[in-house]
């Protein structure tokens, strides 16, 4: 039975927690307490020197070690003493750091074995070159064995990739928390390596709020190894190594960042400045920005081009958001024509960061020339994913054939009909707008290698003249049209069951339109050669 005791430990400056460690002390052997204070905004850190390793797991799992740790930024962490003087004997920068004898706020002078640390850095600095060195030449056995076996099996080369990062990960909780967290899946320890390195975030695209499409990859290629299945993804060799190469540059910095602690004996505290950068001066763009902003989660957002027309300017917008969808989009374009009138318009485009990921094999063309820096508007967290670029990367117009083909018939139906003598006009409206829609997709995809979503007519339009500005020439056929052009396409993308009301001249517009168009499309895939002669029938 322990001696009841008053203990104060002013330099907590925490009441709540000051009453757990005082019972702490009463009921179990408690050999020394450490304790750091750190700026604001990282972790301070509490490490409790107890006798048993099964006092110190069974403690660990306590909720109110979580609850400190969420309400007042202060990790605990119970470390039993055989363990804590044999990664002292190591040389553990951690240890090194954390456990001086400055942040001693207890110790029970009746049991035995406390840690003391009374060299200074020029004893210490052959320890701390022997755990770093320790380090790289582990890690360079890792690397070394993705290169031999990189002209090999495809799972081997990702499989090693998955063992790298995940040593990577084992360094780097070792040297900010102090332990290891080998039992839990690799998608939980980058997201609590996060509250410690907010950097970590630029490396790993989410799958969702707490998976990723690296540490997915890595599954699906052990399962297809399991199953004697290949996965071939050879195109993300170079994304999963630049990865792996960040975070060894994050254990690089926080070896250094040690180093620096130890020697001094004291923290430099880094001032963070938070960087806001200046509204846009276009009053009109700021007044895009802030209604998309108001509407929607926005991660990022590009301004990738402008063009300015017979007094109008438009402004081209990539949306990096979730549940942006089409119908979203549409109100946001209503709401800012309200607000800004027929002078300016916006061409919105949003996807999810992760789906952009998962496509880039097919669109990264498009979107690589988009998310760019210097197009970069908004940011939502300076921590957001960089994407993982697949190198090589070569576009390829996968499916063509199932575009160009549906948008010729559809121009061979409304030709049918515009030249029956009858002059029968039933569901040409119709037909010419999926003409008009199927045009504008497929000629966006062979121009871009983008494929968009069932945007309004005037976006896939705007999108058109993004892709190859010549198509410009044709805008006068739309700005003579009998009536509003894009308000009546988007009336007719829908069945309406009644009598069509069209005459010749007004059909006269529509074939014109759709002439011209189908001859940009022809010449574009048949002329230049983009299909096989069996593919264009």
Avoid at 244 to 254: A, T
Wanted: proline share 3%.
């Amino acid at each position: 039975m322990k001696t009841s005791k008053k203990l104060s430990f002013p330099k907590l400056e925490n009441e709540f927690l000051e009453n757990i460690l005082r019972q702490l002390v009463n009921q179990h052997s408690i050999i020394q307490m450490f304790f750091t204070r750190q700026p604001s905004f990282v972790f301070s850190y509490l490490i409790i020197h107890i006798e048993k390793n099964i006092d110190a797991q069974e403690l660990q799992q306590n909720k109110w070690v979580k609850k400190v740790r969420n309400r007042y930024q202060i990790d605990v962490y119970f470390i039993y003493s055989e363990r804590l003087h044999h990664r002292f004997s190591l040389g553990h920068p951690f240890i090194e750091f954390y456990c001086q004898p400055s942040s001693i706020i207890y110790q029970n002078k009746e049991l035995e074995n406390p840690l003391i640390i009374t060299r200074d850095w020029k004893k210490y600095k052959k320890r701390f070159n022997l755990f770093q060195d320790h380090f790289h030449h582990d890690h360079d056995l890792h690397k070394s064995q993705i290169h031999l076996i990189s002209e090999g099996s495809s799972n081997s080369v990702f499989t090693s990739y998955a063992r790298l990062i995940e040593y990577d990960l084992e360094y780097l909780e070792d040297l900010y928390l102090g332990n290891k967290s080998a039992s839990l899946p690799l998608d939980e320890r980058i997201n609590n390596l996060i509250e410690y390195i907010p950097d970590i975030q630029k490396y790993f695209v989410r799958h969702s709020q707490n998976k990723f499409y690296l540490t997915d990859l890595f599954v699906k290629v052990k399962e297809a190894t399991t199953d004697g299945e290949e996965i071939y993804k050879e195109e993300m060799y170079e994304a999963v190594g630049i990865t792996e190469q960040s975070l060894y540059h994050l254990i690089e910095k926080r070896f250094d960042e040690l180093k620096k602690l130890i020697k001094k004996g004291l923290f430099e505290r880094h001032d963070v400045v938070c960087q806001i950068d200046d509204k846009p001066e276009d009053v009109i763009l700021s007044v895009g920005i802030e209604t998309i902003l108001n509407s929607v989660e926005v991660e990022q957002i590009y301004l990738y081009h402008q063009i300015t027309d017979h007094e109008k300017t438009t402004y081209y917008l990539m949306l990096i958001a979730m549940g942006a969808g089409n119908e979203k989009l549409k109100l946001i374009t209503q709401s800012l024509k309200s607000k800004i009138g027929e002078k300016y318009d916006f061409v919105l485009l949003s996807h999810s960061r992760y789906w952009i990921q998962t496509n880039l094999y097919q669109f990264q063309s498009f979107f690589s020339k988009i998310m760019q820096g210097k197009y970069l508007t908004y940011s939502s967290n300076e921590y957001l994913a960089e994407f993982h670029w697949e190198v090589p990367h070569n576009p390829y117009h996968a499916d063509l054939h199932f575009y160009y083909k549906p948008t010729k018939d559809i121009a061979l139906q409304f030709f049918i009909i515009v030249n029956d003598t009858k002059e029968t006009y039933q569901g040409l409206d119709s037909l010419f707008t999926l003409f008009f829609m199927s045009f504008c997709r497929t000629y966006i995809f062979i121009k871009t290698y983008y494929l968009p979503n069932y945007l309004s007519n005037q976006t896939l339009w705007q999108l058109c003249i993004y892709a190859d500005p010549d198509l410009r020439k044709y805008n006068y056929l739309i700005e003579q049209f009998w009536t509003d052009f894009f308000p009546y396409l988007d009336r007719h993308r829908m069945l309406h069951h009644k009598l069509s009301e069209l005459n010749k001249k007004e059909v006269d517009q529509m074939n014109v339109i759709v002439e011209k168009l189908m001859s940009e499309l022809h010449n574009l895939v048949i002329e230049d050669g983009l299909l096989l002669p069996f593919e264009q029938d």
